[in-house]
């Protein structure tokens, strides 16, 4: 689901405690340390140039932040691209990387009210990724390693899904203000604020005293993991 309003918030809480600690002008801010220039031009080259960028930064001067920034991203999300990539597999996608690795990422495609990631829904989870390796296997042949990045990479509801050697080889990412693997964590699946995450987050925040300090605000890291494709195979 879209992201809310109050998702945006978060994302202009964080842009102005990175410029009042780091000395970061605000409009920089935003560009490096926020979802925003991804979620507006749906690229990831993060040209301050863009002019979809510069329509955005010139609309935010003498009006509400947040209301422009929400406006804004509406009216641009009306008439986007799908952000999915890759071939699709229920709730599984993935993705060629430059350097031939496999890059594994997660939506929730359920319809109903159904936890994507709960009991119930196990089985035709991993049936899923059954039917995306048999995919790799006959149109990625040459795809010997899986790479994944998430926040969701924390929580044993997804992280059952994968093999131990997966699961062993992962580490904390840095930097991913950028990206829904980072800013995922503070949606649910109706694209709401979920308050918990948030409040730890804000609390977090309002106390940090230097950059260092408000990275750590976020309640989960992306961990990053990657391992051999064969290892996936008796899974599923």
Not at 157 to 165: D, G
Request: proline share 7%; hydrophobic share 40%.
């Amino acid at each position: 689901m879209p992201p809310s309003s109050g998702f945006f918030d978060l994302n202009l809480r964080f842009a102005r405690k990175v410029a009042e600690v780091s000395g970061i002008p605000f409009e920089g801010a935003l560009l490096q340390h926020t979802h925003c220039y991804v979620r507006f031009t749906n690229l990831r080259d993060f040209a301050q140039d863009n002019p979809v960028w510069q329509a955005y930064l010139a609309g935010l001067r003498d009006v509400d932040p947040l209301e422009w920034t929400y406006t804004f991203y509406v009216e641009q999300d009306a008439h986007a691209p799908s952000r999915l990539r890759g071939p699709q597999f229920g709730c599984f996608s993935y993705s060629r990387l430059a350097d031939g690795r496999m890059r594994l990422h997660f939506h929730n495609a359920e319809r109903g009210d159904e936890h994507p990631l709960g009991d119930d829904r196990l089985a035709q989870r991993r049936a899923e990724l059954a039917a995306l390796f048999a995919h790799v296997r006959e149109h990625a042949p040459d795809a010997t390693r899986v790479a994944g990045g998430s926040w969701l990479y924390n929580l044993e509801a997804y992280r059952r899904l994968f093999p131990p050697a997966f699961l062993a080889s992962a580490r904390p990412g840095e930097g991913d203000f950028q990206f829904m693997t980072l800013w995922g964590q503070f949606l649910d699946r109706h694209g709401e604020v979920r308050p918990g995450p948030a409040a730890q987050f804000l609390e977090r925040l309002e106390r940090a005293k230097t950059l260092a300090e408000a990275a750590e605000s976020f309640p989960l890291k992306v961990l990053y993991l990657e391992a051999k494709v064969e290892g996936f195979q008796p899974c599923y």
